[in-house]
């Protein structure tokens, strides 16, 4: 029995130093898109620092890694939640996607604050300068409304210039 302890513990030692050579792609980019949010619409600076501090790092093209992501399989389970993530929201690619798209997302940026949905608590935890005031949420709902507003006025322009 102490034999095949051993055995198994030496079994998945090794494997546990080889994953550590299988790396996922970082998702960082080094140059800002054409259709990040910021260079299509303008964002006020303290909301702007607000998404980066507490969205960004899942809801975009650049995060910011924590030294355990180079650990495996976290550094995997890391990469599977950003590209999720992703799929759903991002940031760096906002202005490439349909006014009506923008539109929902922006509703649904504002229900999540609503409910304490995001940022998520499992973020929160490791990243507690991501916490949001009640104020700073109150503040960034406010924001996708008036959003709201200036992508249904550049939707609008747009069809107007097509119409000329």
């Known amino acids: 029995m102490k034999k095949t302890l051993t055995i198994l513990a030496f079994v998945l030692g090794t ?97 999540q604050l609503e409910k304490n949905e995001m940022p998520l608590p499992s973020y929160l935890l490791a990243h507690p300068e991501a916490r949001l005031s009640a104020q700073q949420k109150e503040h960034l709902i406010a924001w996708t409304r008036a959003m709201k507003q200036c992508v249904t006025g550049a939707t609008h322009d747009v069809e107007r210039q097509r119409r000329e």
Request: glycine share 2%; net charge neutral; charged share 25%.
């Open 15 to 111: 494997l546990l130093v080889l994953v550590q050579f299988v790396r996922p792609e970082k998702n960082t980019s080094s140059a800002p898109s054409p259709y990040d949010i910021a260079a299509q619409y303008d964002l006020p600076s303290d909301i702007h620092a607000m998404l980066r501090t507490s969205c960004f790092d899942c809801h975009s093209n650049s995060t910011r890694y924590p030294w355990y992501a180079h650990i495996q399989p976290i550094g995997w389970w890391l990469n599977k939640h950003i590209a999720e993530a992703k799929r759903e929201l991002n940031f760096s690619e906002f202005a490439n996607r349909s006014p009506r798209w923008q539109l929902r997302k922006l509703d649904e940026i504002a229900e």
